[in-house]
T-cell receptor
Framework: DAGITQSPRHKVTETGTPVTLRCHQTENHRYMYWYRQDPGHGLRLIHYSYGVKDTDKGEVSDGYSVSRSKTEDFLLTLESATSSQTSVYFC???????????FGEGSRLTVL | SQQGEEDPQALSIQEGENATMNCSYKTSINNLQWYRQNSGRGLVHLILIRSNEREKHSGRLRVTLDTSKKSSSLLITASRAADTASYFCATDPTGANSKLTFGKGITLSVRP
């Protein structure tokens, strides 16, 4: 158990509303990631963080922002949700010694 | 665009047969990793191979890496129905600060 939790696990919202997804870790790892998973696209990197207040964009960052004010939490925010952001969002942390990623169970977001 | 591309997209085999999945990538890497995802769950790390390694084994898994061809293969020997899942390769590009990106995945079905 890598000690990673995502919340909420399921959310239904309307177009134009803000949404924040939270990723929490108990392991004190430096690297944290947000991916989205869609049929036919696999996993695509949205944003990732390599330390407190240190973040970088992935390949599908438009429409998303992130914040990491403390080591254990990495927040993903959709400022104004659109239907194209309906997806399953996965948070992951990188093992400090091994380089492998540990994934959360995912957050299913539906934007109506 | 995604760094890794798996092939084939789908594979159906009989229990007891071997399953071979391939991954090609575009840039220099520090390591390449394979993950498994059961339906509705997060991804689980299977095996990591570093750029200076050519082959690695873990139980029924065998991974090869050919950096000159920018390709990797994952072999699952003596497959079981429980191996039915989606499999993804992920690359850790050189000089990209651990910006791990995934392919679109391979759906493996193992028939009892």
């Amino acid at each position: 158990d890598a000690g990673i939790t995502q919340s909420p696990r399921h959310k239904v919202t309307e177009t134009g509303t803000p949404v924040t997804l939270r990723c929490h870790q108990t392991e004190n790892h430096r690297y944290m990631y947000w991916y989205r998973q869609d049929p036919g696209h696999g996993l695509r990197l949205i944003h990732y963080s390599y330390g407190v207040k240190d973040t970088d964009k992935g390949e599908v960052s438009d429409g998303y922002s992130v914040s990491r004010s403390k080591t254990e939490d990495f927040l993903l925010t959709l400022e104004s949700a659109t239907s194209s952001q309906t997806s399953v969002y996965f948070c992951a942390i990188k093992g400090s010694d091994t380089g492998e990623l540990f994934f959360g169970e995912g957050s299913r977001l539906t934007v109506l | 665009s995604q760094q890794g591309e798996e092939d084939p997209q789908a594979l159906s085999i009989q229990e007891g047969e071997n399953a071979t999945m391939n991954c090609s990538y575009k840039t220099s890497i520090n390591n390449l990793q394979w993950y498994r995802q059961n339906s509705g769950r997060g991804l689980v790390h299977l095996i990591l191979i570093r750029s200076n390694e050519r082959e690695k084994h873990s139980g029924r898994l065998r991974v090869t890496l050919d950096t000159s061809k920018k390709s990797s293969s994952l072999l699952i020997t003596a497959s079981r129905a429980a191996d039915t899942a989606s499999y993804f390769c992920a690359t850790d590009p050189t000089g990209a600060n651990s910006k791990l990106t995934f392919g679109k995945g391979i759906t493996l079905s193992v028939r009892p």
